[in-house]
Nanobody
Framework: QVQLVESGGGLVQAGGSLRLSCAAS????????MDWYRQAPGKQRELVAA???????NYADSVKGRFSISRDKAKKTVYLQMNSLEPEDTAVYYC?????????WGQGTQVAVAA
């Protein structure tokens, strides 16, 4: 079992910044990539950013140059630094990993960007 707990969401003005955190715990040792997804009202959940155990990263085109994903292996925590936020970034952000074929999701953290 893997448990993922997100934090760091909130309300911010357009152009502002937020940093999301995802703390992983559990009894399963897994080196799979960690991802951040988001889901806006009425839209499908979409991949925002991913990071491998080796530190390679991948971003959705809509956030390239504005968001940065990183991980602290010692703390078993993944971060999503979000800069130059836009109203279109408003969504619930979820942390995700797939470990031995099982998808694990956090409970989500709300990000709201006011114009």
């Amino acid at each position: 079992q893997v448990q993922l707990v997100e934090s760091g969401g909130g309300l911010v003005q357009a152009g502002g910044s937020l940093r999301l955190s995802c703390a992983a715990s559990g009894s399963v040792f897994c080196r799979n990539p960690m991802d951040w997804y988001r889901q806006a009202p009425g839209k499908q959940r979409e991949l925002v950013a991913a990071i491998t155990s080796g530190g390679s990263t991948n971003y959705a085109d809509s956030v390239k140059g504005r968001f940065s994903i990183s991980r602290d292996k010692a703390k078993k925590t993944v971060y999503l630094q979000m800069n130059s936020l836009e109203p279109e970034d408003t969504a619930v952000y979820y942390c995700h990993t797939n470990c031995f074929g099982i998808d694990y999701w956090g409970q989500g953290t709300q990000v709201a960007v006011a114009a």
